[in-house]
């Protein structure tokens, strides 16, 4: 008995002081890479926010700007990023914000605590507060090896991948072609962004303190902060909750936000993607073009 | 509490613990600690039901000593019908009522007759076809004079509710199961260590194969408008795989269970994908449900004697009780008739009891005929299982029709290369461990320790890697 209790023991310690010493040394890693992060030379505008404004915004085309939008971006992750961003890199003056009506929907937490967050809060759980971890971690008990797994992996692309690789960082991509909005794909979009189970979704609480969070970190270190609406199919915009974009709305008077609405332009089916609130590699071509 | 969840892997060695330790030896204490730790177990699921599991419990303990203790034939008979007709009873309302019901209202809408169907809020309690069963061939069991009734209500709650089968089996034998409970259990080094090797197994049949392929096969049964004959082929044969994988990690990881505390449960899966005829299907899959319903249905009713009628009938009766025992849905009931029809030839040219043998033993590779006849059985088993996984009728028709058109849209559909290769890798161990009680059962025992553990910490990885968000086993519903 004593014998197999010994040899479980070691076999269960051994995997476990791995696991230890790997998620002390990435977390190491992971926060100097963030912190020692530094922008071109000349860069002023930081391009921050989800897929929106990662297929929207080609920085290439961009001298004094960089898009750091990442897929599935939460305002918590990016307000740890821009907060990590602004101490190393002064010259910023800008930053673009993406906010869309789907980010205040509780659609949203799904990347932060429910149920995608094992894919999305794993690639920034290195440059997360203690607090945040310890947050993100009860919210994945029920998938914590699986969750632990992509921590591993994508915490170990700072090692093994070039910068614009890492999984934290983000980056402008677009590489949908020949593909045209469709009503179906946009239904689905919009039962999956505003309904749940039939049933219209409420605000999220989360991204709207996170979002008043980036406004007032901007407002400290002096740094201009506008919100960026990409475009939107009109069928898209026709089936969007009217509470949505009541709240949205509100969000944006009360705290007397400059925005760039792109959501009225107007656009032909072959510049966005099926799902309507995207846009193609030709729709990203002309949105970048405005910021020339 | 799944199985393949944090809270079990807290309980169980908690469990574990306590009961070697803390209980000194002593198998009153053990059973004691067994029993509690089985009603915490069922009581993660839901507690109001313990009230129904214990009232199961105590109807066949006091039915078992009535019937041992009755002076003459027509007592024990009373008292066996009390135990079978309250146990039925109660497995008919929870889990058939509403069938009943929706059936009925069916068949006068048919006719023509229009009829506000009521249905009654019933929830299912998990395990109840489990325990029921347990209770039952207990009760018969004694009344045929194989087995005396348990005086002590410990030991024979143990034997019903113990933790690692009490939600899905295997289904135990109070033959089997009641003498192990009853005496003194010494700890055994080797059993303990095969019993994590079977968890890890178990684990890895659920966890990565089971619930990978559920993601395509669910995908594919919901939206089989969508797509073409051959993606749907592929819809089936995941399913095929993951209802395997599902059912049979779970038995492991109950086996495995049982022997870390020093118990043998028997055998539900004999690597049946490689039978080379239906009967030896069923002789290799869910084997204690197979037996269960051949020893106190099947013989009872006559077996295999008698005309091709009464053999004919018998066929029929023991599968279509078999499918609905699975569920309260035609389609199970569907799939008990395919499996009938693919069995009767084999029992009226009494051709059922060739090939009881392992196949291709002692040899690496089954030659042409063997590997036809497993391919060809394998086929009629995906087959059927298409009326299994079905929603309703409608939808297993439509579904194979869909199959055999060749036509329609073909929907791109693509299953990843890693699954395949996963699945493939899957039947060359089971290939190699056809021999074992499970694939793994002697992988490694004459390897260097650090390469032995580095196969585990490789399926650990596996399993880690590959674990979705924890889906339910798909046997905790029957």
Redesign the interface.
């Known amino acids: 008995?004593k014998?197999?209790l010994r040899?479980?023991s070691i076999?269960f310690a051994?995997?476990f002081g791995v696991l230890i010493v790997l998620l002390f040394s990435l977390n190491y890693i992971n926060n100097k890479a963030m912190a020692d992060y530094k922008t071109d030379t000349g860069v002023q505008s930081l391009f921050m926010g989800d897929s929106h404004v990662q297929c929207a915004i080609n920085s290439a085309l961009l001298p004094d700007a960089v898009n750091l939008s990442q897929s599935s971006e939460a305002l918590l992750f990016s307000y740890f990023k821009i907060k990590y961003i602004l101490q190393n890199n002064p010259a910023i003056k800008r930053i673009y914000l993406g906010f869309g009506y789907h980010n205040i929907s509780t659609y949203a937490d799904e990347f932060t605590y429910g149920?995608y967050a094992?894919d999305v809060a794993s690639r920034y759980f290195f440059i997360l507060p203690v607090e945040q971890k310890k947050e993100i971690i009860k919210h994945n008990?029920?998938?914590?090896?699986?969750f632990?797994?992509k921590v591993l992996i994508n915490g170990a692309t700072t090692l093994i991948e070039k910068e614009e690789n890492y999984s934290f960082l983000g980056g402008y991509k677009n590489e949908y072609k020949n593909l045209i909005a469709s009503k179906l794909s946009i239904d689905y979009r919009i039962s999956l962004q505003f309904y749940e189970n039939g049933k219209q979704r409420g605000f999220s609480a989360v991204n709207i303190m996170y979002l008043n969070k980036i406004i007032l970190l901007c407002k400290d270190k002096n740094i201009e902060l506008v919100l960026l609406k990409t475009p939107l199919h009109n069928y898209y915009k026709s089936k969007i909750p009217l509470t949505f974009t009541e709240k949205y709305d509100s969000l944006i008077s009360l705290n007397k936000l400059k925005v760039i609405d792109f959501g009225n332009l107007v656009l032909n089916d072959s510049c966005y993607l099926p799902n309507g609130d995207h846009v193609s590699p030709r729709g990203a071509l002309l949105t970048t073009n405005f910021f020339k | 509490m799944l199985f393949n969840?944090?809270s079990f892997a807290i309980f169980l060695p908690i469990v574990f613990i306590l009961y070697?330790f803390a209980t000194k030896n002593n198998f009153k204490l053990q059973n004691m600690l067994l029993l509690i730790a089985s009603y915490f177990f069922y009581a993660c699921w839901d507690y109001r039901f313990l009230f129904l599991l214990l009232f199961s419990t105590l109807l066949d303990y006091f039915s078992g000593i009535k019937i041992f203790e009755a002076e003459n034939k027509k007592k024990r008979t009373f008292w066996l019908w009390v135990s079978i007709c309250i146990n039925l009873g109660l497995l008919g309302y929870f889990k058939y009522c509403n069938f009943f019901i929706t059936s009925f209202a069916d068949g006068l809408t048919d006719l023509g007759v229009k009829f506000n169907i009521h249905t009654l809020q019933i929830i299912l309690p998990v395990g109840i076809s489990f325990y029921t069963f347990h209770g039952l061939s207990y009760v018969i069991d004694i009344y045929k004079e194989r087995i005396k009734a348990e005086n002590n209500f410990i030991n024979y709650a143990v034997f019903v509710c113990f933790f690692p089968l009490l939600i899905a089996g295997p289904i135990e034998r109070a033959t089997n199961l009641l003498p192990q409970i009853v005496k003194k259990r010494e700890?055994d080094?080797s059993k303990?260590?095969d019993g994590?090797r079977q968890i890890l197994w178990g684990l890895f049949k659920k966890i990565v194969i089971a619930d990978n392929c559920a993601i395509y096969a669910d995908a594919v049964f919901d939206n089989y408008n969508d797509y073409s004959g051959i993606t749907l082929f592929w819809g089936v044969f995941l399913f095929t795989f993951q209802i395997y994988c599902d059912f049979s990690g779970y038995t492991d990881i109950a086996i495995g269970t049982a022997r870390l505390f020093g118990i043998n449960l028997l055998r539900n899966f004999a690597f049946p994908y490689f039978s080379r005829n239906i009967a030896e299907f069923w002789r290799r899959w869910n084997i204690t449900l197979s037996t269960w319903f051949r020893d106190y249905l099947y013989i009872p009713l006559g077996g295999s004697k008698g005309g091709v009628w009464m053999k004919t009938r018998n066929i029929f009766i023991i599968f279509l009780v078999s499918g609905f025992w699975h569920g309260a849905n035609w389609t199970f009931i569907i799939w008990g008739f395919i499996n009938a029809v693919y069995v009767l030839p084999s029992v009226l040219f009494k051709t059922n009891r060739d090939n009881l043998n392992i196949v291709a033993q002692g040899r690496i590779l089954p030659n042409l005929k063997e590997l036809l006849s497993m391919t060809f059985t394998f086929g009629l088993t995906v087959f059927a299982f298409i009326f299994f996984r079905s929603e309703n009728i409608e939808h297993a028709v439509r579904y194979v029709s869909k199959l055999f058109s060749f036509s329609g849209n073909s929907t791109a559909f693509s299953v990843p290369v890693a699954l395949v290769l996963l699945i493939a890798g899957f039947i060359i161990a089971e290939w190699r461990g056809r021999e074992q009680q499970y694939a793994i059962a002697d992988v490694g025992l004459k390897w260097p320790k650090i390469i032995r553990?580095s196969l585990?910490?490789g399926l650990?990885l596996v399993?880690?890697?590959f674990?979705?968000?924890?889906k339910q086993f798909i046997y905790f519903q029957f």
């Open positions: 008995m014998t197999f040899q479980t076999f051994i995997p149920k094992y008990l029920k998938q914590l090896p699986k632990l797994g | 969840s944090l070697w700890f080094y303990a260590v994590l553990w585990y910490y650990a399993i880690f890697y674990s979705t968000s924890g």
